[in-house]
């Protein structure tokens, strides 16, 4: 009876010393220590190192995108532009033999349609263009990301989509013109007018070759729109 009570005296004194320890910062052994010990992890350096390349890399990765974005919709722009300047000062006055007869001939961007068409949409897709060069670079010097969020990622590949559908459209129209130009009509006394009008039509066939240009970066710029799409 003695012994258990000194026992249990022993035991009371040995937590009251273990508390003590633990209070002061000291160290405490038994086996919850050791349990305690056991299953706490010490800090690993390694894995911060490596999270902290992740998100570098993810940052770094971001930026390129956007950074990206910004170049497309610049060059979209200045070849927009070309397109549209290259066509608005097509214009020659020159004189074509006819039967051995000299008629004065004077041609201009205005008098055809599909001419017409190309700078209506040229003018719209550098407006287009330059609005969301504006927008993307604001958002590109303030940190902020290009594409904000998923709706305005699907209005801008909209955009691209039917600016670059109608830039194809004009193209093809212009260059049927530009061809016959070129060809004259067969059975028909009509010369190769571009003979006479070389300025004329090298302006012409250098804007058709900007506007199927700016077509390319328009689907550039849509594809990149459907990879943001689908990472986020």
């Avoid at 974005?69 to 214009?91: E, G, I, K």
């Avoid at 020659?92 to 000299?102: A, D, E, K, R």
């Avoid at 290009?146 to 193209?171: C, E, K, T």
């Avoid at 009008?197 to 077509?215: G, P, Q, Y």
């Amino acid at each position: 009876m003695v012994s258990e009570r000194r026992t249990g005296e022993a035991e009371r004194a040995e937590a009251k010393v273990g508390a003590a320890e633990m209070e002061s910062g000291g160290t405490m052994s038994g086996p919850l220590v050791g349990m305690m010990i056991t299953s706490s992890r010490p800090l690993d350096h390694h894995d911060l190192y490596q999270n902290q390349t992740t998100t570098n890399n993810n940052s770094k990765r971001k930026c390129g995108s956007d950074v990206g974005h910004v170049v497309l919709r610049l060059l979209c722009m200045l070849t927009s532009l070309a397109a549209l300047s290259f066509m608005v000062t097509a214009s020659q006055s020159n004189s074509v033999s006819i039967y051995g007869f000299q008629f004065p001939i004077h041609s201009k961007w205005s008098f055809s349609h599909s001419f017409e068409f190309l700078v209506g949409i040229s003018a719209a897709v550098a407006a287009h263009s330059l609005l969301q060069l504006l927008i993307s670079a604001s958002r590109l010097l303030r940190n902020s990301p290009v594409i904000p969020s998923r709706n305005h990622a699907w209005l801008i590949f909209a955009g691209d989509q039917v600016f670059a559908y109608a830039m194809i459209s004009a193209g093809s129209a212009a260059s049927g013109v530009s061809n016959l130009n070129r060809t004259g009509i067969r059975h028909t006394a009509l010369p190769n007018f571009c003979k006479y009008l070389h300025s004329f039509c090298d302006h012409v066939a250098i804007s058709i070759a900007f506007t199927f240009f700016s077509c390319i970066l328009l689907a550039m710029s849509a594809v990149q729109d459907v990879i943001w799409l689908s990472k986020n």
